[in-house]
């Protein structure tokens, strides 16, 4: 059964830095692209990030660029999304999912996804 976890959530000043992981079971997650999206409440979900299996990386929203990167330990099974310089917009509930493709696709097409873990960015 596929399942996909992540951690690292949690409350942050803004400015500050987290790292998520997204750990994979089920499936060996070297063969895969996965992507970090992220829902605020009362808004839409929107992709954030994604890296292929060839380690290239695709941004879904503008507004990480320069600040946020990703990063794939196929060892661990595990992918990171690593969160620096974080403004209170950056607040919400941050999913990992993945496609049954080697490539970072639309967001749309995404198969699998974890249960999300909260992201808190307040002083």
């Known amino acids: 059964q596929v399942q996909l976890v992540e951690s690292g959530g949690g409350l942050v000043q803004p400015g500050g830095s987290l790292r998520l992981s997204c750990a994979a079971s089920?499936?060996?997650?070297?063969?895969?692209?996965v992507g970090w999206f992220r829902q605020a409440p009362g808004k839409e979900r929107e992709g954030v990030l994604c890296?292929?299996?060839?380690?290239?990386?695709?941004y879904y929203a503008d507004s990480v660029k320069d600040r946020f990167t990703i990063s794939r330990d196929n060892a661990k099974n595990t992918v990171y999304l690593q969160m620096n310089n974080l403004k209170p917009e950056d607040a919400a509930v941050y999913y990992c999912?993945?496609?049954?493709?080697?490539?970072?696709?639309?967001?749309?097409?995404?198969?699998?996804w974890g249960q999300g873990t909260q992201v808190t960015v307040s002083s």
């Open positions: 089920g499936f060996t997650l070297d063969y895969y692209a």
């Open positions: 890296i292929g299996a060839s380690n290239s990386s695709t």
């Open positions: 999912a993945a496609p049954e493709l080697s490539f970072c696709p639309t967001v749309y097409e995404y198969e699998y």
